[in-house]
Nanobody, 116 residues
Framework: QVQLVESGGGLVQPGGSLRLSCAASGSSFSISAIGWYRQAPGKERELVATITRAESTNYADSVKGRFTISRDNAKNTAYLQMNSLKPEDTAVYYC??????????WGQGTQVTVSS
């Protein structure tokens, strides 16, 4: 069983930065793919960024050049560095872990609000 705990959300002004963290329990973190997703009020959950066990990354077009996903396997933690934040980035951000056996785990989410 894997538990994911996100942190680092908060209120930030447009143009500001935040770094989200996703801490995982268990022993499968280093061999699993990690994804960050977000869900704004009244909208469906959408993919933000992913990173494979080989550290190949992929980003939604809306965040390319502004967000960076990374992982530290020694700490069982994934990160999402968010720069040049815009009001439309406001959402609850979720971390997802997918094992090689296709087991999927989600965190509880962390709120990011971009507003002046």
């Amino acid at each position: 069983q894997v538990q994911l705990v996100e942190s680092g959300g908060g209120l930030v002004q447009p143009g500001g930065s935040l770094r989200l963290s996703c801490a995982a329990s268990g022993s499968s973190f280093s061999i699993s793919a990690i994804g960050w997703y977000r869900q704004a009020p009244g909208k469906e959950r959408e993919l933000v960024a992913t990173i494979t066990r080989a550290e190949s990354t992929n980003y939604a077009d809306s965040v390319k050049g502004r967000f960076t996903i990374s992982r530290d396997n020694a700490k069982n933690t994934a990160y999402l560095q968010m720069n040049s934040l815009k009001p439309e980035d406001t959402a609850v951000y979720y971390c997802k872990l997918q094992t090689p056996w296709q087991q999927v785990y989600w965190g509880q989410g962390t709120q990011v609000t971009v507003s002046s």
